[in-house]
């Protein structure tokens, strides 16, 4: 099993920034890519960004450069760093982590965007 926990969220206002953080532990055999997805209120989970190992960087639109993601592999962990959080930013955040065989997923943290 693999366990993802994520950090980071909280409320910040139009404009602000924010670094998410998600650290992978468990039984890791190998990681095919490492992302994070987003659940705004009454909205369908969607795709953030995500990066696959040894792989290039792949945003949605909205996010395009606004957010970056990153990773240390030493420390299994990936990161989004959000500039310029706009309020249609506001969602739980998820890390996701594929590793060929299964998706595992965090429990979320909160971004909420608002003056």
């Known amino acids: 099993q693999v366990q993802l926990v994520e950090s980071g969220g909280t409320l910040v206002q139009p404009g602000g920034s924010l670094r998410l953080s998600c650290a992978a532990s468990g039984n890791i055999r190998s990681i095919a890519r490492m992302g994070w997805y987003r659940q705004g209120p009454r909205k369908p989970r969607e795709w953030v960004a995500f990066l696959p190992t040894g792989g290039s960087p792949k945003y949605t639109d909205s996010v395009k450069g606004r957010f970056t993601i990153s990773r240390d592999n030493a420390k299994n962990t990936v990161y989004l760093q959000m500039n310029n959080l706009k309020p249609e930013d506001t969602a739980a955040y998820l890390c996701?982590?594929?590793?060929?065989?299964?998706?595992?997923w965090g429990q979320g943290t909160q971004v909420t965007v608002s003056s």
């Open positions: 996701n982590l594929d590793d060929y065989e299964y998706n595992y």
